[in-house]
């Protein structure tokens, strides 16, 4: 969002601003904000520099221009170069918290996937880590869901796998059968033994199994489908306001 200047408005640097936006919690606003003033200033700085070029001759103002093209994109392939690398070292778990699994799960078709104008390039690594970071925490249930998808899919495509973690679930359902059946509880140091046994048994058919390959490839697919869709997709407020609430607010005016 681009305000007009206006001579009887308090004048607020930009930092401040942004400051205020976020501690008041218009994630969305900032990012707007952030992605029209990054547009802004590349109009400005391609028009200023079409401005400075020579224009004694046609052939030397063809030539800037075509000089200049080339350089704005290798600045904008660059810059977006450094966004994506920057995704790399991002960490979008770091203000998740327990309470961002509880409630229920947003809309997949309009909170989740959106629209096509729900998705833009972040303009810089600061807006790519705002992005996942309120992202990740809006749609944690999705991406829980999604790995649990890519988990079953995984599960599916190796068969020797699945029997595996079916055999280490029956394994330990059957110990839990046996220690109330037996009441093992009475013997705490034999049945210490049998749980060490039980855990070392479960190492190896997990790992005969290829389960953490399984695994692996579905926390891979998972953190890689995570990490994309969390930067690209644009924040939205967190609750919309439907007619019947603006009537309401309407009405109490």
Not at 105 to 117: E, K, R, V
Request: with cysteine.
């Amino acid at each position: 969002m681009v305000f007009s200047s206006n001579p009887l408005a308090l004048s607020v640097p930009d930092p401040d601003f942004e400051s205020w936006l976020r501690n008041k919690g218009y994630l969305e606003i900032l990012d707007q904000r952030t992605s029209d003033l990054h547009r802004l200033s590349t109009s400005t700085s391609a028009a200023a520099a079409v401005r400075s070029s020579p224009s004694s001759s046609s052939s030397i103002t063809i030539a800037t221009t075509t000089t200049i093209i080339p350089y704005g994109l290798f600045i904008s392939l660059f810059s977006h170069l450094k966004t994506l690398f920057s995704l790399l070292t991002l960490n979008p778990f770091s203000k998740l918290t327990s309470d961002d699994f509880s409630g229920d799960i947003p809309s997949w078709t309009n909170a989740f996937i959106g629209s096509f104008n729900s998705y833009s390039f972040p303009t810089s690594p600061a807006q790519a880590r705002l992005r996942a970071h309120e992202n990740v925490k809006r749609f944690a249930r999705n991406y829980a869901s999604l790995f649990i998808l890519f988990f079953a899919c995984s599960l599916y495509q190796m068969p020797l796998a699945l029997v595996g973690l079916i055999v280490c679930l029956a394994l330990w359902d059957v110990f839990r059968y046996c220690g109330d059946r037996w009441q093992l509880d009475q013997y705490p140091v034999f049945r210490q033994t049998l749980v060490r046994i039980a855990q070392c048994a479960t190492a190896v058919i997990l790992f005969f199994s290829n389960v953490q390959v399984t695994l692996l490839c579905a926390l891979s697919v998972s953190y890689a489908v995570l990490v994309l869709h969390a930067s690209l997709r644009k924040l939205t407020p967190g609750k919309q306001s439907t007619p019947s609430d603006r009537n309401r607010s309407s009405s109490k005016r």
